[in-house]
Structure formats: C-alpha cells, structure tokens
C-alpha cells in the first residue's frame, strides 16, 4: 500500500520492481542503488518510493480504517488475488473490493455500453442480463451512468452474481447518483477498484479500469454504442487485446461498421442469441 498510495508507483512500475529488487521483504531493505537499474525511474521517483516505504506503519494503521468500512484489500502477491488479472500486461499492484471475495469465480460476461441509452438499449440490457444470469453467468460491468446502470440493476433483481468494477476509489463512487446501487451490489456481488478508497474520478481511471472488465468476463457485449463519447468502445479495445470473444448489438438499428471499425466484432439482434454467446465463453 505505501509504494502505491504514497510512493507513485503505478502497476507496470510495480511488475518493474517485482523482477529488479525482489518481494516486499527484499523491497523494504532496499536502498536507492537498487533502483537504479529500472526503466523510467528517475531520481524523484526513487526518493518518492523510498519515503513512502518510511512511512509503513502509517499504512497499517489505514489498512485497519478501510476494515472498519468493509474494505478489504488483495494484493498481487497474496493467494486470493484473482489469477485471470495476473496474466495482465499490467496487473493492478493492489485491489480493493467491498462484497464477497469468492465472487469472482462464476463466469461472467460483461455488459457495457453508453452512459445516454436510449429505452431500446435500456430494455435490451435488462434482457440480456437476465437471460444471461438463467444460464449461470454472471454480469461485470462498470457502475456508469446508462447501460452499466441497467445491468448492475437487472442483476440485482435476479439475485445472480454482480461485479462493479470502478475507476475511483470505493468511498468516492462516480457517478454520486449511484452510491445507493454500489451499497446493494457490495451486499450481494462484488465492489471493486484499483484506486485507494478516496481516490476521486479520473478520465484515466475510467478507461484503466475498462481492462479489468474485460480481464474479469468470459466475453464483452457492447449493448449499445453512444452517439458521441464512446467509452464503451475501449473496453471492445481490450477484449480484442485479451483475446475475449466481443459482441455488439444494435438496439436502434443504426449502429454503422465504421463506428466498429477499430474494434470489430460479431452484431446479435436479441436475447435469443445468448445461447450462442454462452457457447463462444471459455
């Protein structure tokens, strides 16, 4: 925690460290030669790093303040850490999460889309979901206003398994509107983030946090493409790069192959075509 809240160390920073300097016994006993060696870790850095790892008893005495709150923390390099995230290019050093730890081990699919759906891609969405959850999958998506929103909520009603994945810390939910829906699925599913719990939004966190996603589902369904802003998009982006088997639907029927074109993959019409979806997820 020190290294990552106070000492800038970011995720591919952390893998650096992990294969120069060795596990957090070795890192504690470190000295600023031991650094020297690491790509694109200047001097700043360097001292940065080391004054947070002064500072250790500061981060045990909050790791017992994100307790009292329900907050439970996972690390990179403990047992529980989710395996589908460690063949990442650039693992989370740290996970946060609120809710059932054991949650992670259904297969999922995730919903995502825009966060200005219309009604068709608000219905579809709550379609998708629950046909989805009576076939044992569970929904991953992003806590974002729309279509995120639609799933989150259609999984609550079924009481399948629920994971919100966010791009700020647990104890500042973006958007504010939604803090009530992230309470309900942090009692049944699962909350979680990369950031430390009062880390506020950030553009960067919000598209980061589209990889884990991805990262955490079976397959990526795109419900419904914005207009303008298409965040949506960069979670297709990474379920290419991770090899995910990517879907997109076209609730309007005015979705176009150019607005695709960079993340292409197969268009489903309805509900019906979750049995082939299902067959597609390893």
Not at 188 to 195: A, N
Not at 207 to 225: C, E, G, P
Request: charged share 25%; glycine share 8%.
């Amino acid at each position: 925690m020190a290294i990552t809240e106070e000492g800038g160390v970011g995720p591919r920073m952390f893998q650096q460290i992990l294969m120069h300097v060795g596990p957090p016994e070795d890192l504690l006993r470190a000295s600023h030669c031991d650094f020297d060696d690491i790509p694109r870790l200047g001097e700043e850095e360097i001292d940065r790093l080391l004054r947070s790892l002064e500072n250790i008893d500061i981060f045990t005495e909050r790791l017992y303040d994100y307790t009292a709150n329900d907050i439970h923390v996972s690390s990179f390099l403990d047992d529980d850490y989710p395996e589908m995230l460690r063949t990442l290019g650039d693992p989370p050093p740290l996970l946060y999460y609120m809710g059932n730890l054991d949650a992670w081990s259904n297969k999922y699919v995730a919903l995502v889309g825009t966060t200005r759906a219309t009604q068709a891609g608000l219905r579809l969405t709550v379609d998708l979901a629950r046909a989805f959850i009576r076939q044992g999958v569970g929904i991953v998506s992003g806590l974002a206003a729309g279509i995120d929103s639609a799933a989150h909520l259609a999984a609550l009603k079924e009481q399948g398994p629920n994971i919100a994945v966010l791009g700020c810390g647990l104890l500042n939910i973006y958007p504010p509107e939604n803090k009530s829906l992230a309470e309900l699925i942090a009692k049944s599913g699962l909350l979680i983030s990369e950031y430390q719990p009062f880390k506020k939004v950030s553009k960067s966190g919000l598209v980061l946090r589209n990889r884990l996603i991805s990262a955490f589902s079976s397959a990526v369904v795109v419900v419904q493409v914005g207009k303008e802003t298409k965040g949506e998009l960069k979670t297709a982006a990474y379920a290419l790069k991770q090899a995910k088997p990517l879907f997109y639907c076209d609730p309007e029927e005015d979705l176009s192959s150019e607005a695709i074109k960079d993340s292409p993959g197969l268009i489903i019409k309805d509900v019906d075509s979750v049995d082939d979806i299902v067959k597609y997820m390893v």
